[in-house]
């Protein structure tokens, strides 16, 4: 038994044995020649406007999450005047003890090898972020200049780099500058968790000025 078919865009080809498997629609309407046994057609697949969104959709974020953007951008930054000279001020922020007590969202924080300060040396904390939650971070000093700038970062999900700027503001005061931003590039990343981070990372940068004000009052 052969069977004429109807594929769309290429016209009406035979099929000399059509499997009984292959799911057809019979159409009597329209038949090339007469002879021809009983006319099938491939249903034409439609898409809903469902899988056409979800397609978009997924689409898009593989196209965000090539396309790199400056993690400047939404760089938390405040600064604060207290009242410790420059050298005080570094000896109290880089004692890993003191860490918790001025810095909320870290409930644990130690150093993680024997260097002295400097650039390489290793910190372990156990960070809380909002919205992510706890976790373990390897964190490394990759800048550090004497009563001036402590720079720490980790490779973690979100790449943070913490750097505390410290300039003499007068006779025992430092103008102390907190910055704090995630590396991670891509603009998929900055474009929609970016924001939200900026903003508690800034609630909490201001919430660590305001201990360390507490903590040198006079």
């Known amino acids: 038994m052969k069977a004429c078919v109807l594929v769309t865009g290429v016209g009406w080809i035979t099929i000399p044995r059509p499997p009984p498997s292959l799911l057809l629609v019979v159409t009597a309407e329209a038949r090339p020649s007469k002879g021809c046994p009983p006319i099938f057609m491939f249903p034409q697949p439609r898409l809903t406007f469902a899988q056409v969104s979800i397609a978009f959709v997924f689409g898009l974020i593989g196209l965000l999450s090539q396309i790199d953007t400056d993690p400047k951008t939404w760089e938390a930054t405040e600064f604060a005047t207290i009242y410790a000279s420059p050298d005080q001020m570094e000896r109290f922020i880089t004692n890993?003890?003191?860490?918790?007590?001025?810095?909320?969202?870290?409930?644990?924080?130690?150093?993680?090898?024997?260097?002295?300060?400097?650039?390489?040396?290793?910190?372990?904390?156990?960070?809380?972020?909002?919205?992510?939650?706890?976790?373990?971070?390897?964190?490394?000093?990759?800048?550090?200049?004497?009563?001036?700038?402590?720079?720490?970062?980790?490779?973690?999900?979100?790449?943070?780099?913490?750097?505390?700027?410290?300039?003499?503001?007068?006779?025992?005061?430092?103008?102390?500058?907190?910055?704090?931003?995630?590396?991670?590039?891509?603009?998929?990343?900055?474009?929609?968790?970016?924001?939200?981070?900026?903003?508690?990372?800034?609630?909490?940068?201001?919430?660590?000025?305001?201990?360390?004000?507490?903590?040198?009052?006079?």
């Open 96 to 218: 890993p003890d003191s860490v918790e007590k001025w810095f909320r969202w870290v409930s644990f924080f130690k150093a993680a090898d024997s260097r002295p300060l400097g650039v390489g040396k290793k910190y372990q904390a156990i960070y809380n972020v909002p919205v992510f939650g706890e976790y373990v971070n390897l964190f490394k000093l990759v800048e550090y200049k004497p009563n001036k700038l402590v720079a720490v970062e980790s490779s973690s999900f979100l790449k943070p780099r913490f750097t505390v700027k410290m300039e003499e503001g007068g006779p025992k005061t430092t103008r102390l500058t907190l910055k704090l931003k995630y590396r991670r590039s891509s603009a998929l990343f900055q474009w929609t968790l970016g924001p939200v981070l900026w903003l508690v990372t800034s609630q909490q940068l201001q919430h660590s000025l305001f201990m360390l004000r507490m903590m040198f009052p006079f």
